[in-house]
């Protein structure tokens, strides 16, 4: 799994791999499907499919594979491999299947394809875990958190990347959300690894 992690496209390093795998792994005991928001080209995903491996759950990646706004042509993190020469877009599928098949996770991942809302929106199913790592704008990060944290079980986990309490280290979408999480009374910090935050759901009081 590790080396499949990383082998694959991605941007998380490694220390932070660990302790969101380490999260599936715990919130796989719920028996509930695990879903991140954020597919790109599969690197985290591979780490959620293998905990659901063990659980006997599914893994659920949502993307619209057109890449995050710093992926687009001229900023920071575009790369110019991932760009569909008939259309002229970003698209990210193919990379992710061929990352889901080297792994040999196929099998265990749904794979929805579309905007994170659009999809949030016709969810039904509890949740053992929500790994926000979408859009790093307030607009998608917000909609992201209050499209999917409905669905999370009490004791199931939601864990958010990319937070960055220092403005000078990167975007403060992904760290509002999380104060919002806090702020909320319905979530508990259990871990901090780097800009990942692992939280717990708590039951209401």
Same mark, same amino acid.
């Given at each position: 799994?590790?080396?499949?992690? !990383?082998? *694959? ?6 220390? !932070? ?11 796989? /005991? ?5 879903? !991140? ?20 759950? $599914? ?11 710093? #992926? #687009?042509?001229?900023? !920071? ?10 259309? &002229? ?11 889901? @098949?080297?792994? &040999?996770?196929?099998? #265990?991942?749904? *794979?929805?394809?579309? /905007?994170?809302? /659009? ?5 039904? *199913?509890?949740?053992? =875990? ?7 704008? %307030?607009?998608? *990060? ?8 409905? @669905?999370?079980? %009490?004791?199931? =986990? ?13 975007? #403060? ?9 806090? %702020? $909320? ?9 780097? $800009? ?8 209401? /009081?």
């Amino acid at each position: 799994m590790l080396a499949a992690f !990383e082998a *694959a496209k991605g941007f998380m390093p490694v220390d !932070e791999g660990l302790a969101l795998y380490a999260a599936a792994v715990t919130a796989g /005991r719920l028996g509930l499907p695990l879903l !991140e928001v954020g597919t790109y080209c599969g690197r985290s995903t591979i780490l959620l499919a293998a905990a659901a491996r063990e659980a006997g759950v $599914s893994a659920v990646t949502v993307d619209h594979h057109r890449g995050s706004e710093e #992926q #687009q042509p001229g900023w !920071e993190y575009h790369d110019p491999g991932l760009v569909d020469p008939e259309v &002229g877009l970003m698209d990210t599928l193919p990379s992710f299947r061929r990352t889901l @098949h080297a792994a &040999g996770l196929e099998d #265990q991942v749904i *794979a929805l394809v579309g /905007r994170s809302p /659009r999809a949030a929106a016709l969810w039904a *199913a509890p949740l053992g =875990l929500v790994f926000i790592d979408g859009g790093h704008t %307030d607009e998608h *990060a917000t909609a992201d958190y209050e499209g999917w944290t409905p @669905h999370l079980a %009490d004791g199931g =986990l939601l864990v958010i990347h990319d937070v960055f309490p220092d403005p000078a280290d990167g975007g #403060q979408a992904p760290y509002r959300v999380y104060l919002r999480a806090l %702020d $909320s009374g319905r979530f508990e910090e259990l871990s901090v690894t780097g $800009s990942l935050r692992v939280l717990r759901r708590t039951p209401p /009081r």
